[in-house]
C-alpha cells in the first residue's frame, strides 16, 4: 500500500511501515522504516482511501498521516556548530545532521553519498529537489536489468486488497536540470520493500562516479553490520560488526562478480538480535557484479546504510538527455530476529525473483557426472553411470566438463561448442535419446562466457577476448572472460547456445563461469568509458540470459561460477537455482548452507552427495550425513555409483525414497535456524516437518539431548519420529568385541563378513506430542552414545561419533 498526502509518503506492508515527508527545501526526510507505525483501524483506512481514491476515507487518511509524519519528524531551530547551513533561505537546515531518502556531495552532506556526478564544467556538487510523485498500480520491471516482478491475483470489484505497488519520486537538480528517480516497489504479502534509482542528465554531458540503489538513514548508531565472507569452495561465513562510528564496508569491488567473497546479501541489526528476537533488517542486490554495503555511524547519532554498484571499479558517461538504471535493491525487517527476516526474503525470493515453469515445481534428483569420472569419460562410460543413477531411482542426468571441442583437461576448447566425437560418436542427440530411453532426464554443462586461447573460436577471433591490447593477459583457470560488452560476441553466444541446447532431448543446463576478471579492457569503448566496461558486461550476460531462458522456457538452468562465486538475485531472474560451493563436504556444507540461509530459501540452492573420502578435504564423512546436509536443498549425487558397494547402493536407494517422499517440505517448507548445527523444514500447512542435527563433536558421559524446535502450530499434535539407517559395525572398531562370543579383530575378515551379515538399526524416536511442548520445551533425545555403555540392540542408543546426524519427521499425528 501507498500514501502520499502533502508531502508526506507512507509505503505500508501487512507488517512494516517506511515513511518519508519532503521538508520546505524540497528534500526528502527519511522519517522511519521498521515495524508497523499505524493501527490496525488506520490500516484499514488507508488501504480504503487507497484502493477508492477521495472520500471520507482519504481525509481521514490525510490527518491521520500528517500528524504520524509531523510526530517522527527532526526539529532543529538551527543549524549546528561547525556544520553547513544549507542556504540563506533555510539556515535551520543542516543535511549533515539530517536523515535522508538521497544524499548527494557538495550541500553539505559530507557522509557516504548516494549519488556523485561530475558536471561538464568540471564541478562535483548535486542538489537534488523534489519535483513529481506518481503511483502505479503495477510493478514495472527496469528495461536494461533484471528486476522483481509480481502475478496479479484477480480480485472482485469492491474489496480492498493489499497488493502490490510501485512510487515513483522524481527529484531535480536546481542548478544543473539532471533529474532523478527513485523507484519504489512494495509486496505487502512478503513485507518487503525494493528501491531503485534512474539518473537522467539535462542539457550537459555528465559523468557518474556513483550511484547507490538503496540508503536508509537510521536515528541511532551502535547498530550491528552483518555480512557474508569466504573463498572459493569455503563461501557465506558470517560475520557481525558493531558500527559505533567509521563505517563497516562489504564490497566486491573488482572480481567482477557479486562474489564468494563477500555475498551482496548482508543484515544490519541491534547488539542483542538473536535468531528468534531482536530488530533485523535484511538487504540484498538483484545484480550479478561488483557491489558495495555499508554503514556508516556520526557524531549525531546517525547511521546510514548504502547499497549499490562498486564504485571502486564503476563510471558511466551520460551524454544529454541519457538515462543511466541502477540495479533494484530489496530490503526487509522483522522484529523475530535473524529467522523472522529470513522468512520475509525467502517468500519473496520464491514469489518475486525466481520465475517460469520451475518456480513452484519440485526440483529433480540428479547424478552428475564430474567428481565420478571428470574429464574421463565416454559415451559407454556415461551410459553406464546412468543405468546404475536409473535403478537407484534417480531422475536427472547430467554430463559435465569435457564433452565438447578437444576438451580433455581445462586449458583448451573453450568456445567451441560441437561435440567430441571421439567420446560421443553419436553426438548429444544419440546420448540424450539413450539416456532418456533408460527414463531419465538428460541434462548438460555449459560454460559460454569463457574462451580459451587453444580454440578454434580464440584463433578465429581473438579480439573477442577481455584483454588490453599489447599487454600480457593474467589468466584464471587457463581461461578468458569473452567481451559481452560486444553484440556480436552475445549474438554468437545465443546462437551457439541455441544449438546446443537443441542438439538433443535436454531438460536440464548447468551454466558455470570459473573465473574472475582481470585487466578490465573493451576494444570497442572508448578510453573515457572504460570504467562502463564491468556494467555493460552484465547488461549484455543479462541479454543472454533472457533470450535464451524464454527460448528454452521448460529447461531448468542451474548457474554456476566456481560453486557460489555468483550467487546472487540477479541470476535467480533467470536461473531458478545455483550451485551453492564446490566443496561438497557435508561438514562444510553444512556450514556454507547456513550461510546462504539467511538471505536465499533451500529451493534455490544446488547440494550433493559426493564421495568419500571427499575430493575437496580428503575427509571422511559418513554417507548418511553427506544425504542429511544434502537433502536441504535441489538435491543430487556427484560420485561414482557404479564403484559403490551393494550395501552402499541399498542406502542410497532408501535415501531417495526417502526424499521422494518428503521433497515438497524440504525444498518448499519453511526454513528456520536452530542452535548450531540444526535446522528444520516445516511445510505451509505446518502438519510437516524435517528437522536436522549435526554431531559435530563427539565426547563421552554427554548423553542427554534435547531437540527444540520452531514454527509448528503450537495447537496441533505431532508425531516425532526419525530417519532409520543402518549402523556400520566397523563404526565400533574393536569394541564390538563387549558382545561378541568370539574375538574378531578390527578390519579382520570376520570383521567384515560381520558388517555384512549383521543389521544394526539406529535408534528409535517414538514420541507423541504437542507443537507447544515441542517448540517451547523440546524432545529429550534418546541417549547417545557414552562408551561401552553401547546397546547392541540398537534401539536405545542415539547418535555415536563425530560427523554423524540424524534426520526427525514431525507428522500431525
Given at each position: 500500500m501507498i500514501i502520499e498526502r502533502n508531502g508526506c509518503f507512507l509505503l505500508q506492508t501487512l507488517h512494516t511501515s517506511y515513511l518519508f515527508n519532503i521538508l520546505a527545501s524540497g528534500h526528502p526526510e527519511h522519517l522511519h522504516y521498521g515495524s508497523s507505525v499505524i493501527s490496525n483501524a488506520q490500516y484499514e483506512s488507508f488501504l480504503k482511501a487507497s484502493t477508492f481514491g477521495d472520500g471520507s476515507q482519504s481525509e481521514e487518511a490525510s490527518a491521520s498521516l500528517k500528524n504520524i509524519c509531523y510526530s517522527l519528524s527532526e526539529k532543529?531551530?538551527?543549524?549546528?556548530?561547525?556544520?553547513?547551513?544549507?542556504?540563506?533561505?533555510?539556515?535551520?537546515?543542516?543535511?549533515?545532521?539530517?536523515?535522508?531518502?538521497?544524499?548527494?556531495?557538495?550541500?553539505?552532506?559530507?557522509?557516504?553519498?548516494?549519488?556523485?556526478?561530475?558536471?561538464?564544467?568540471?564541478?562535483?556538487?548535486?542538489?537534488?529537489?523534489?519535483?513529481?510523485?506518481?503511483?502505479?498500480?503495477?510493478?514495472?520491471?527496469?528495461?536494461?536489468l533484471p528486476g522483481s516482478y509480481d502475478e496479479k491475483e484477480e480480485t472482485p470489484i469492491g474489496d480492498s486488497v493489499d497488493h502490490a505497488g510501485q512510487l515513483i519520486v522524481t527529484y531535480k537538480d536546481k542548478e544543473y536540470g539532471t533529474k532523478l528517480e527513485v523507484i519504489y516497489s512494495v509486496?505487502?504479502?512478503?513485507?518487503?520493500?525494493?528501491?531503485?534509482?534512474?539518473?537522467?542528465?539535462?542539457?550537459?554531458?555528465?559523468?557518474?562516479?556513483?550511484?547507490?540503489?538503496?540508503?536508509?538513514?537510521?536515528?541511532?548508531?551502535?547498530?550491528?553490520?552483518?555480512?557474508?565472507?569466504?573463498?572459493?569452495?569455503?563461501?557465506m561465513h558470517k560475520t557481525s560488526s558493531i558500527c559505533d562510528g567509521g563505517r563497516c564496508v562489504s564490497e566486491e569491488m573488482a572480481a567482477g562478480e557479486s562474489g564468494s567473497r563477500s555475498n551482496p546479501f548482508v543484515m544490519v541489526s541491534k547488539k542483542d538480535t538473536t535468531e528468534d528476537s531482536g530488530y533485523c533488517y535484511g538487504f540484498n542486490l538483484i545484480y550479478s557484479g561488483n557491489h558495495y554495503e555499508a554503514l556508516s555511524s556520526n557524531g549525531y547519532d546517525k547511521s546510514r546504510f548504502i547499497s549499490g554498484i562498486s564504485p571502486s571499479t564503476f563510471g558511466w558517461v551520460l551524454d544529454k538527455k541519457e538515462k543511466f538504471e541502477t540495479p533494484e535493491s530489496v530490503m526487509t525487517f522483522d522484529m523475530g530476529g535473524f529467522n523472522g527476516m529470513s522468512s520475509h526474503m525467502h517468500d519473496f525470493v520464491r514469489k518475486?525473483?525466481?520465475?517460469?515453469?520451475?518456480?513452484?515445481?519440485?526440483?529433480?534428483?540428479?547424478?552428475?557426472?564430474?567428481?565420478?569420472?571428470?574429464?574421463?569419460?565416454?559415451?559407454?562410460?556415461?551410459?553406464?553411470?546412468?543405468?546404475?543413477?536409473a535403478g537407484l531411482g534417480i531422475e536427472l542426468f547430467v554430463m559435465d566438463d569435457g564433452w565438447f571441442g578437444k576438451r580433455n583437461d581445462d586449458k583448451s576448447s573453450l568456445g567451441d561448442w560441437y561435440e567430441n566425437k571421439d567420446k560421443l560418436p553419436n553426438g548429444i542427440k544419440g546420448l540424450s535419446k539413450k539416456i532418456?530411453?533408460?527414463?531419465?532426464?538428460?541434462?548438460?554443462?555449459?560454460?559460454?562466457?569463457?574462451?580459451?586461447?587453444?580454440?578454434?573460436?580464440?584463433?578465429?577471433?581473438?579480439?573477442?577476448?577481455?584483454?588490453?591490447?599489447?599487454?600480457?593477459?593474467?589468466?584464471?583457470?587457463?581461461?578468458?572472460?569473452?567481451?559481452?560488452?560486444?553484440?556480436?560476441?552475445?549474438?554468437?553466444?545465443?546462437?551457439?547456445?541455441?544449438?546446443?541446447?537443441?542438439?538433443?532431448?535436454?531438460?536440464?543446463?548447468?551454466?558455470?563461469?570459473?573465473?574472475?576478471?582481470?585487466?578490465?579492457?573493451?576494444?570497442?569503448?572508448?578510453?573515457?568509458?572504460?570504467?562502463?566496461?564491468?556494467?555493460?558486461?552484465?547488461?549484455?550476460?543479462?541479454?543472454?540470459?533472457?533470450?535464451?531462458?524464454?527460448a528454452f522456457p521448460d529447461i531448468l538452468f542451474e548457474g554456476c561460477s566456481a560453486g557460489g562465486n555468483r550467487f546472487d538475485l540477479g541470476i535467480l531472474c533467470y536461473f531458478p537455482q545455483i550451485w551453492g560451493s564446490d566443496d561438497t563436504d557435508a561438514i562444510c556444507r553444512a556450514d556454507i548452507q547456513r550461510g546462504y540461509s539467511y538471505g536465499y530459501p533451500q529451493s534455490v540452492i544446488g547440494a550433493h552427495v559426493s564421495a568419500a573420502p571427499n575430493h575437496q578435504t580428503l575427509n571422511y564423512v559418513p554417507l548418511e550425513t553427506r544425504f542429511d546436509v544434502a537433502s536441504f536443498g535441489c538435491f543430487g549425487y556427484e560420485l561414482n555409483l557404479c564403484d559403490?558397494?551393494?550395501?552402499?547402493?541399498?542406502?542410497?536407494?532408501?535415501?531417495?525414497?526417502?526424499?521422494?517422499?518428503?521433497?515438497?517440505?524440504?525444498?518448499?517448507?519453511?526454513?528456520?535456524?536452530?542452535?548450531?548445527?540444526?535446522?528444520?523444514?516445516?511445510?505451509?500447512?505446518?502438519?510437516?516437518?524435517?528437522?536436522?542435527?549435526l554431531q559435530r563433536e563427539s565426547r563421552p558421559n554427554r548423553d542427554v539431548v534435547t531437540f527444540k524446535?520452531?514454527?509448528?502450530?503450537?495447537?496441533?499434535?505431532?508425531?516425532?519420529?526419525?530417519?532409520?539407517?543402518?549402523?556400520?559395525?566397523?563404526?565400533?572398531?574393536?569394541?564390538?568385541?563387549?558382545?561378541t562370543p568370539i574375538h574378531i579383530k578390527q578390519d579382520g575378515i570376520l570383521h567384515n563378513i560381520a558388517n555384512s551379515m549383521v543389521s544394526v538399526q539406529n535408534e528409535r524416536e517414538d514420541v507423541i506430542s504437542t507443537g507447544a511442548l515441542m517448540n517451547d520445551t523440546g524432545i529429550r533425545l534418546r541417549p547417545k552414545f557414552g562408551s561401552t555403555g553401547f546397546d547392541q540392540d540398537g534401539d536405545k542408543t542415539g547418535i555415536l561419533r563425530t560427523g554423524d546426524s540424524r534426520l526427525y519427521i514431525i507428522t500431525k499425528a
Open positions: 532543529h531551530p538551527t543549524a549546528g556548530g561547525n556544520m553547513i547551513a544549507y542556504s540563506d533561505e533555510f539556515p535551520d537546515i543542516a543535511l549533515e545532521d539530517l536523515p535522508l531518502e538521497i544524499s548527494s556531495f557538495g550541500k553539505g552532506d559530507i557522509r557516504d553519498p548516494f549519488v556523485l556526478i561530475t558536471h561538464e564544467d568540471g564541478c562535483k556538487t548535486s542538489d537534488f529537489i523534489f519535483e513529481k510523485a506518481s503511483v502505479n498500480n503495477e510493478i514495472k520491471e527496469p528495461s536494461s509486496y505487502p504479502d512478503c513485507d518487503v520493500i525494493t528501491r531503485r534509482a534512474v539518473l537522467i542528465s539535462g542539457d550537459e554531458k555528465i559523468h557518474i562516479d556513483r550511484i547507490m540503489s538503496n540508503q536508509i538513514d537510521f536515528h541511532e548508531n551502535g547498530l550491528v553490520f552483518t555480512s557474508f565472507h569466504g573463498r572459493w569452495a569455503d563461501e518475486h525473483i525466481v520465475r517460469g515453469k520451475w518456480r513452484d515445481k519440485n526440483r529433480p534428483i540428479l547424478i552428475n557426472s564430474w567428481e565420478a569420472s571428470y574429464f574421463k569419460f565416454t559415451e559407454s562410460s556415461l551410459l553406464k553411470l546412468a543405468k546404475e543413477a532418456c530411453d533408460l527414463g531419465l532426464m538428460f541434462g548438460i554443462w555449459v560454460e559460454p562466457e569463457m574462451v580459451n586461447e587453444d580454440s578454434d573460436l580464440y584463433r578465429t577471433h581473438p579480439d573477442w577476448a577481455v584483454q588490453v591490447p599489447g599487454h600480457a593477459h593474467s589468466k584464471g583457470r587457463n581461461q578468458m572472460n569473452l567481451d559481452l560488452t560486444r553484440k556480436e560476441v552475445q549474438d554468437y553466444v545465443i546462437e551457439s547456445m541455441k544449438k546446443v541446447f537443441a542438439s538433443g532431448d535436454i531438460s536440464y543446463v548447468k551454466w558455470d563461469m570459473n573465473r574472475i576478471f582481470s585487466d578490465y579492457y573493451s576494444k570497442q569503448l572508448t578510453s573515457d568509458r572504460q570504467d562502463e566496461f564491468m556494467h555493460r558486461y552484465y547488461i549484455g550476460l543479462y541479454r543472454i540470459m533472457d533470450e535464451l531462458t524464454k559403490l558397494s551393494s550395501s552402499d547402493k541399498k542406502e542410497i536407494k532408501e535415501q531417495i525414497e526417502f526424499y521422494k517422499k518428503y521433497r515438497n517440505t524440504l525444498q518448499f517448507g519453511q526454513y528456520y535456524r536452530l542452535e548450531d548445527g540444526r535446522c528444520m523444514a516445516v511445510s505451509k500447512d505446518k502438519e510437516q516437518a524435517i528437522a536436522f542435527i524446535t520452531k514454527g509448528l502450530d503450537n495447537d496441533l499434535t505431532y508425531h516425532f519420529t526419525n530417519k532409520y539407517v543402518n549402523i556400520d559395525l566397523k563404526t565400533m572398531g574393536s569394541l564390538i568385541n563387549m558382545f
